[in-house]
Nanobody
């Protein structure tokens, strides 16, 4: 069974940092490109960052220079380090394996809420 378990969200002030983690069942992690997505209230889910099995990364323009995606292939875990957070980063964050450039391959996990507010 596919499992995607996101954690690490919370309430943070503008300019603050958070590190998200996503534990992934091995069957979908190994060899696949992984990504973080987010969905803000009233908006469509969007790709935030993606990382190939070899470690190549891509970012949405809105988070370039502030967010860093990484993966630990031994732990089947994907991370998202988020620095200099802005109120517009407020959203539920999800991870998933990626098909093609940005299509999520599997059903979504529960996500983790990130709220940036003073």
């Amino acid at each position: 069974q596919v499992q995607l378990v996101e954690s690490g969200g919370g309430l943070v002030q503008p300019g603050g940092s958070l590190r998200l983690s996503c534990a992934v069942s091995g069957s979908i992690f190994s060899g696949n490109t992984m990504a973080w997505y987010r969905q803000a209230p009233g908006k469509q889910r969007e790709l935030v960052a993606r990382i190939t099995n070899g470690g190549n990364t891509n970012y949405a323009d809105s988070v370039k220079g502030r967010f860093t995606i990484s993966r630990d292939n031994a732990k089947n875990t994907v991370y998202l380090q988020m620095n200099n957070l802005k109120p517009e980063d407020t959203a539920v964050y999800y991870c998933n394996a990626v098909l093609g450039w940005s299509t999520a391959r599997h059903s979504w996990g529960q996500g983790t809420q990130v709220t940036v507010s003073s």
